[in-house]
């Protein structure tokens, strides 16, 4: 059984689209991420999230919005989007006490806009 | 933000042979672990150390965290052409932060 599941593995739209990418996990964890993965390998944190509080990396832009039906899913809604939004975008879950224990990742979504 | 740094970047090396990778960060931890990135999938997790732990062992895995100097090692022992991969060391500031990653060190290991 899959912990962490993203939907869609690859997505490649064009400049000015909106879309969304899904995520579900199904390991009872109370917090979810939302993490971007660059051409460098190097990864971001976007957004934490759980039942009680979201939080916000400052740095990404508003067009980025997380949201949350309920406990288990937790999908990333970008509206008009650029060029520089090319990377592979990381759904994560954890247990309440966060990062006190060890993250389950998804296998990520391979965004392309062209 | 904080990060870790991993070094070295790439490393390449034999099968058999150990594979030591390092990690420093800026601030004062809660945790640090260390995650594996096979190429075009998701990361795993592999260990955690806390702040107050000075080693931990995990099969082939052997971390160490030297918090006076703000750094940590990960050792592979007799590699294997399956370890292949990214390793990434991740830090943990309190317990309601979110991992903060460092860069990763790719390494291969040729059979």
């Known amino acids: 059984d899959t912990a962490v599941s993203q939907t869609p593995k690859y997505l490649v739209t064009q400049m000015g689209n909106d879309k969304s990418i899904k995520c579900e996990q199904n390991?009872?964890?109370?917090?979810m991420y939302w993490y971007k993965q660059d051409s460098k390998k190097f990864l971001k944190i976007m957004f934490s999230?759980?039942?009680?509080?979201?939080?916000i990396n400052e740095t990404v832009p508003n067009r980025f919005s997380p949201k949350s039906p309920d406990k288990a899913h937790l999908n990333l809604h970008i509206n008009s989007l650029e060029l520089g939004d090319s990377a592979v975008y990381f759904c994560?879950?954890?247990?309440?006490?966060?990062?006190?224990?060890?993250?389950?990742f998804g296998s990520g979504t391979r965004l392309t806009v062209v | 933000s904080q990060q870790g740094e991993e070094d070295p970047q790439a490393l390449s090396i034999q099968e058999g042979e150990n594979a030591t990778m390092n990690c420093s960060y800026k601030t004062s931890i809660n945790n640090l672990q260390w995650y594996r990135q096979n190429s075009g999938r998701g990361l795993v997790h592999l260990i955690l150390?806390?702040?107050?732990?000075r080693e931990k062992h995990s099969g082939r895995l052997r971390v160490t965290l030297d918090t006076s100097k703000k750094s940590s090692s990960l050792l592979i022992t007799a590699s294997r052409a399956a370890d292949t991969a990214s390793y990434f060391c991740a830090t943990v500031f309190s317990g309601n932060t979110p991992l903060v990653f460092g860069k990763g060190t790719r390494l291969s290991v040729i059979a």
């Open positions: 150390i806390r702040s107050n732990e």
């Open positions: 994560a879950s954890s247990p309440a006490d966060r990062g006190l224990r060890g993250y389950t």
């Open positions: 999230y759980n039942n009680k509080e979201l939080i």
């Open positions: 390991l009872g964890h109370d917090t």
